[in-house]
């Protein structure tokens, strides 16, 4: 942050000019928690040098991420970002609010999003992906929505472990429009029941969401859900970890119409709060309720090769009264960002991640499940996350593991038939042998107390 010195007279006019009657009010939305209560009790008067040491050591006593073995999850990942990735987008061609109308100015971004749309159709198997999502939530919102535009129906089913910030997005976004949102339960093993799901299929429902890894970290049956709601008539929509596909079935091989998700896990840092960085693809008979935009290749009256703005169903200098969506920003940064991640990583680089993904995975659990007292509850195929099952409260191991330099998990209590014992644990390809170790001896400590 730059040393930006003000006068009295400066500040006085900021907050007349927000209307505002001290600068403490500036912060009255942050939680009282966060705050000093006495303020940083710095002098009145101190040197640019000076401000920047003070402000440097109070910095020092937090602990980042990377003075951490973060094994966090639950759609955002303490994942690798390599070095290149924030060279390239530091460009100034990048590092730009512009959004791009103009395609004789804007042929470098409008490249890096097309770029970005063919990593999505490969990674997902349908032909047709668009640039303009803010985070996976809402992703699956906007799919959720061409589901039910297109067969004209009026409810939805999700998962009973769906992650529960998706749910409340969707719910939050949906209450509006009249869409009535069903649940699907849970078998003992963690995933849907495809029994319970062609039960509560009808005539209303056009859309059953189906998340893949579910929000406990496994893997869905996801043709017998798939055919359930095939058979209904409802289409499929599909919210997956992008790093999973790397190993897993694409959505299209099991008939999903739409495809969503979190691609954070490419080369967008954990901002914890955001911004994140959503993507959506679709078959091509719904192209034409992709909302946002898409960028299409082309070529001039000479021949040259070119790209340009297409199916704009949503953008406000056309078409207006017809917009599918609200969604305009193409998250331009972090996408450029994803984009330059998977150029570097390539096919097998990205195949790479995801088996490094499930072999630390599999390490820790294979220790967990030696610890006496500790349970996996769920003997199902997981990737990247899992839920272990303590004798003790979880939050408690949660607070003892940060003592010792471990962001333990995230306690599932009360969410899909989970208890106050349960945790949800993520290793990334991030997790060396020796955090993996510490995990289980912390536990190990945390149990004999």
């Avoid at 973060?70 to 512009?98: C, K, M, N, Q, W």
């Avoid at 998706?166 to 009535?180: D, I, K, Q």
Wanted: proline share 6%; glycine share 10%.
């Amino acid at each position: 942050m730059p040393y930006t010195p003000h006068t009295a007279e400066d500040i006085r006019e900021m907050l007349d000019v927000l209307g505002l009657d001290t600068v403490d009010d500036l912060f009255r939305s942050l939680p009282a928690a966060v705050r000093p209560p006495a303020g940083l009790d710095l002098p009145a008067s101190l040197s640019e040098e000076e401000v920047w040491r003070v402000m440097s050591n109070l910095a020092a006593l937090n602990a980042g991420q990377d003075e951490l073995a973060s094994f966090l999850g639950g759609g955002v990942y303490d994942a690798a970002i390599p070095a290149a990735v924030d060279a390239v987008v530091s460009r100034s061609e990048f590092l730009t609010a512009y959004t791009p109308y103009q395609p004789e100015v804007s042929q470098g971004t409008l490249q890096v999003i097309y770029e970005w749309q063919t990593f999505v159709t490969r990674l997902t198997g349908l032909p047709v992906a668009n640039a303009s999502m803010y985070d996976g939530s809402t992703a699956l919102v906007e799919g959720v929505r061409m589901a039910l535009g297109r067969t004209g129906r009026d409810a939805v089913v999700l998962p009973a472990a769906l992650n529960p910030r998706h749910r409340r997005v969707l719910e939050t976004n949906l209450a509006s429009e009249g869409v009535t949102i069903l649940t699907a339960p849970a078998t003992a093993a963690g995933t849907t029941d495809p029994a319970a799901l062609r039960a509560l299929l009808d005539g209303r429902v056009g859309a059953v969401v189906i998340q893949n890894p579910n929000h406990l970290g496994l893997i869905e049956p996801v043709d017998a859900l798939a055919a359930a709601a095939r058979d209904a008539g409802a289409l499929v929509v599909a919210s997956v970890n992008p790093v999973s596909l790397s190993l897993l079935r694409t959505p299209a091989e099991y008939g999903a119409a739409v495809a969503t998700g979190e691609a954070q896990p490419f080369g967008v840092p954990c901002g914890w709060g955001g911004p994140l960085l959503g993507f959506l693809s679709c078959s091509d008979e719904l192209k034409r309720l992709i909302p946002g935009r898409v960028v299409g290749r082309t070529v001039d009256h000479d021949g040259r090769e070119g790209y340009v703005l297409t199916l704009q169903t949503r953008e406000q200098h056309i078409r207006r009264e017809k917009a599918t969506s609200n969604i305009c920003s193409n998250q331009g940064l972090n996408m450029a960002r994803g984009t330059v991640y998977l150029a570097l990583l390539g096919a097998e680089g990205l195949r790479e991640l995801g088996e490094a993904n499930r072999v630390r995975c599999e390490a820790l659990r294979a220790i967990l499940r030696g610890i006496a007292g500790v349970e996996l509850p769920f003997d199902g195929p997981v990737f990247n996350e899992f839920v272990v099952r303590l004798p003790r409260p979880a939050r408690e191991f949660r607070a003892f593991a940060r003592e010792q330099g471990i962001l333990a998990g995230i306690p599932l209590d009360g969410f899909a038939g989970c208890g106050p014992g349960d945790l949800l644990v993520a290793v990334t390809e991030r997790r060396t042998a020796d955090e993996i170790e510490r995990y289980g001896s912390a536990l190990r400590d945390f149990l004999e107390q």
